[in-house]
């Protein structure tokens, strides 16, 4: 049981790391964003890498991040039954939706984006538009990077789910407990 509790404290510490340092893309995309409007609409000029730029970095921000996302709950759920729902019941629930959707939805999205990958790795993809930046093959490396740190969470989902029905949620970080809130600042056992 002390190796899934490591297990969920080491996957939720990846993905809370990523997930702190791609955040910050959201500054850049505002501040490319921002330049761009301004070289417009004030100077009647505009450089086509800038647009891909600040379109590549949301890409690049959201996909890495799905994961941190997953473990703070912050994806969209319909929780009219989730939310007020025992903790056991919680523990099923999470178990039976990585299990039964959240895993295979990752592996199709990763059987189905490597070949789409490495064509766009074996001839160093750029960008479509003329003038624009180089290197779109490692934007779509995201894709994979997507589904390897949701799948992760998952398991991590999985673990915690384990422990909570094996009545062993006392040797989770306090963050990953149901009815904990992982928005809280407080890092215990995540890094």
């Known amino acids: 049981m002390r190796a899934l509790a490591l297990v969920v404290r080491a996957i939720c510490g990846l993905n809370a790391v990523i997930g702190h340092v791609f955040s910050w893309l959201s500054l850049g995309i505002v501040v490319v964003c921002f330049t761009v409007v301004v070289q417009r609409y004030l100077f009647a000029t505009s450089h086509v890498w800038m647009q891909d730029l600040y379109i590549w970095l949301n890409g690049a921000m959201f996909t890495a991040v799905a994961g ?25 629930v999470d178990f039976i939706g990585a299990v039964f959707f959240l895993l295979p939805f990752c592996a199709i999205v990763y059987i189905y984006s490597m070949p789409f990958v490495i064509r766009a790795w074996s001839y160093g993809e750029g960008s479509a538009n003329v003038g624009g930046m180089p290197g779109l093959f490692i934007l779509k490396s995201f894709i994979i990077a997507f589904a390897a740190l949701l799948a992760l969470q998952g398991v991590a989902m999985i673990a915690r789910s384990i422990l909570v029905l094996a009545g062993r949620s006392d040797l989770l970080p306090q963050s990953q407990r149901y009815g904990a809130d992982p928005k809280s600042p407080s890092t215990e056992g995540i890094a």
């Open 68 to 92: 941190f996302a997953l473990m703070r709950n912050d994806h969209v759920r319909v929780d009219i039954f989730y939310r007020p729902a025992k903790t056991r019941t919680k523990a099923i």
